[in-house]
C-alpha cells in the first residue's frame, strides 16, 4: 500500500516526529490515515481547498485545513502547498500536541491554533484557516462588522470577534483565539485573516464564504453613500431562535450579557465596530459594539413611537 511504502523520514525538513516510520505500536495510527472516513475527509479537505483557491480567500501556500477524526488525532493540510493543489496523499495526522503521526508531507504550522480550538470546543470537528480580502480588510483595520444587516449573516456566523495580532506559527498565536472560540464559530484574526470551526470542513468553509461576502457587500453599501436600513432588533431575534435550533454559537444567547452590555470578547481591540452611516454619512468616528447595540436599540424605538403617534 501506498502509505507503507511512502516512509514519512524521506521528507527533508520534517520534523522530529514525522521522521519516524510506522512502528508496530503505531498500527493504529496507519489504520484510521488509511480508513474509509479518513479518505473521504481527505477528499473533502481537498475539495474545500480548491473552493478556497477559487474564492481567492488562499494566497500562495496560505490558508489550512483541519479535521479531528480522533479523540486525539487531527487530518490537516501539509505547510508549503497552495490549497488548490492538494490531494489525498497530502494530508497529514497530528496528534492534538501537534505531533505528526501520519503523512509523507510535514504538517503546517499553524495547525497548533486548530489543536487550541479543538481543545477547548468540543463540538469544533473541523477548522478552516484563509485569508479572504474583504474580511481581512476588516482585521487589519481593528473592526468587526455590525450586525443586524443580513439575515444569513446572523444565523451562521453572528457577532464576530477579533483576536489581538500575534506571529503565525507560534503557540502564542495558536492562543490568541482561544477567548472567542467558544461563543463565535469564527473570528477576526488582527493583520492576518480569519479562522472558522464546524461540525464538518465543509460548513467551516461556508461560514469563511458567508463573513467575507458579508464584509465585502457592506463595503458596496458604505460605498453607495446612503445609511444602511437594519433588521430590528425583535426580527433580530426569529433569526436568533433559528440559530439555536441548528446547534450554532452566539454570543447574544446570553442576554444578560446583552443588557449589560459585557461583550468582553469584543473589548479591546475588537470592540470597535464600522460605524453604519446612520446619519449624515460622515463615517469618520468608531463606535464600539456596545454603542451599536444602543444606538440601534435608540433608532428602533424611534421608529416605533413614530408609528404609535400616527
Ligand atoms: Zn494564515
Given amino acids: 500500500m501506498k502509505n507503507e511504502t511512502k516512509s514519512i523520514e524521506s521528507v ?13 505500536g503505531q498500527a493504529p495510527n496507519r489504520q484510521l490515515y488509511t480508513s474509509p472516513e479518513a ?22 501556500n496560505g490558508g489550512n485545513i483541519s479535521y479531528r477524526i480522533g479523540p486525539n488525532e487531527v487530518l490537516c493540510t501539509p505547510t508549503l502547498m497552495s490549497k488548490y493543489d492538494l490531494t489525498p496523499e497530502d494530508i497529514c495526522l497530528v496528534d492534538l500536541e501537534g505531533n505528526q503521526i501520519a503523512g509523507s508531507r510535514p504538517r503546517t504550522s499553524e495547525v497548533l491554533m486548530h489543536l487550541e480550538i479543538y481543545k477547548s470546543v468540543p463540538e469544533a470537528k473541523s477548522v478552516v484557516h484563509c485569508h479572504p ?3 481581512t480588510a476588516y482585521a487589519i483595520t481593528g473592526r468587526v462588522p455590525p450586525n443586524l444587516v443580513i439575515p444569513e449573516y446572523e444565523i451562521f456566523v453572528g457577532k464576530v470577534a477579533i483576536s489581538p495580532y500575534e506571529t503565525p506559527g507560534t503557540q ?8 472567542y472560540v467558544k461563543e463565535h464559530n469564527t ?10 470551526w464546524a461540525d ?18 457592506l463595503m458596496n453599501a458604505v460605498q453607495l453613500g446612503a445609511p444602511l436600513s437594519f433588521i430590528s432588533e425583535q426580527k433580530g431575534a426569529d433569526l436568533l431562535v433559528t440559530k439555536k435550533k441548528l446547534g450554532l454559537p452566539d454570543v447574544r444567547f446570553d442576554t444578560s450579557r446583552i443588557k449589560e452590555g459585557q461583550f468582553s470578547d469584543l473589548e479591546s481591540p ?16 468608531r463606535l464600539s459594539s456596545a454603542d451599536l447595540e444602543l444606538l440601534v436599540k435608540a433608532v428602533t424605538t424611534a421608529v416605533m413611537a413614530a408609528i404609535a403617534a400616527k
Fill in 12 to 24: 527533508a525538513g520534517n520534523n522530529a516526529a514525522a521522521s519516524r516510520e510506522f512502528s508496530a
Fill in 39 to 60: 479518505e473521504a475527509i481527505k477528499k473533502e479537505i481537498c475539495g474545500v481547498g480548491r473552493k478556497l483557491w477559487l474564492r481567492q480567500f488562499v494566497d500562495g
Fill in 133 to 135: 480580502p474583504h474580511a
Fill in 172 to 179: 502564542a498565536f495558536a492562543e490568541t483565539v482561544l477567548p
Fill in 187 to 196: 473570528v477576526l484574526l488582527s493583520n492576518h485573516g480569519i479562522v472558522c
Fill in 200 to 217: 464538518t470542513v465543509t460548513h467551516a468553509e461556508w461560514y469563511a464564504e458567508v463573513l467575507d461576502t458579508y464584509c465585502w457587500t
Fill in 270 to 285: 475588537g470592540s470597535i465596530a464600522l460605524k453604519p452611516g446612520l446619519s449624515d454619512g460622515a463615517a469618520a468616528g
